[in-house]
C-alpha cells in the first residue's frame, strides 16, 4: 500500500516507475496496430531483462524504432540495424533488433492476409468468466495454454521473440487478462477480450 491507501500488485511498489505504470498502463487494453507492435517488441526485448530497464528505455525505443510504425521498421536494412546496435539509449540485442525488423515484416504479412495484429492477439484471451483472477503474487502464472497458443501461432506466422512467457506477459500488460491480485485497487477493471 501506499500513502494514497490504495492496495496494489506488490510489484509495482518496488520503483516509482513501476508504481505510474501499473496505475496508468498495465492491464489495460491498447488500440492501433503501432501500439500493439510496440508492446510485443518491447516484451521481446524485455526477455532476460527486468521490465524496468525496458520501463526507463521505452522513450529511446520508440524513437528509434519510428514510432514502432510497422510499415517504418519493416523498411529496416542492416544500416538500421548498424545505427541500433550502436544506440546506448536502447538494449544493443542483435537477435532482438533482427527480430524486431522481421517481426514487423510479419505484422505487414498478417495484415495481408486481412488480419488486423490487435483482433488476433485478442483472440487469444481466455473466457473472463473462466479466468481466475489471482488472490496475490504467488499465483500469478508465467504462462498458459493461452499463451502457448499464441507463441505457436505467432511463430507459424514468422514471428520471433514470442515464447509462451513473453506471450503472456503481453496478454497481461494489455488487458487480455486481468492479473492484478485480489487485493489492488484496479483488480476488475475493464479489459480488452475477445474480439
Avoid at 19 to 40: C, I, K, N, S
Avoid at 68 to 73: A, L, T
Avoid at 164 to 178: E, H, I, R, S, W
Wanted: net charge neutral.
Amino acid at each position: 500500500m501506499t500513502g494514497d491507501g490504495r492496495g496494489r500488485c506488490d510489484w509495482a511498489l518496488s520503483a516509482p516507475d513501476y508504481l505510474a505504470y501499473h496505475d496508468d498502463e498495465w492491464g489495460r487494453p491498447v488500440h492501433g496496430t503501432a501500439a500493439w507492435f510496440e508492446r510485443l517488441t518491447l516484451e521481446g526485448f524485455q526477455s532476460g531483462l527486468s521490465w524496468i530497464v525496458i520501463l526507463r528505455k521505452r522513450p529511446a525505443f520508440r524513437e528509434a524504432f519510428a514510432g514502432f510504425d510497422p510499415e517504418q521498421v519493416a523498411r529496416f536494412g542492416d544500416r538500421d540495424v548498424a545505427r541500433l546496435l550502436a544506440d546506448s539509449r536502447i538494449v544493443r540485442n542483435r537477435q532482438k533488433i533482427e527480430a524486431a525488423v522481421s517481426n514487423a515484416r510479419a505484422v505487414l504479412d498478417l495484415a495481408d492476409a486481412g488480419d488486423d495484429l490487435g483482433e488476433f492477439l485478442a483472440s487469444f484471451a481466455p473466457d473472463p468468466r473462466t479466468h481466475t483472477r489471482p488472490a496475490r503474487i504467488e499465483d500469478v502464472p508465467a504462462r498458459t495454454p493461452e499463451s502457448v497458443a499464441m507463441s505457436a501461432a505467432l511463430k507459424k506466422r514468422g514471428f520471433r521473440f514470442v515464447g509462451p512467457t513473453t506471450c503472456y506477459a503481453l496478454m497481461q500488460a494489455t488487458g487480455l487478462v486481468d492479473d492484478h491480485v485480489g487485493y489492488c485497487w484496479r483488480a476488475g477493471a475493464p479489459r480488452a477480450g475477445r474480439p
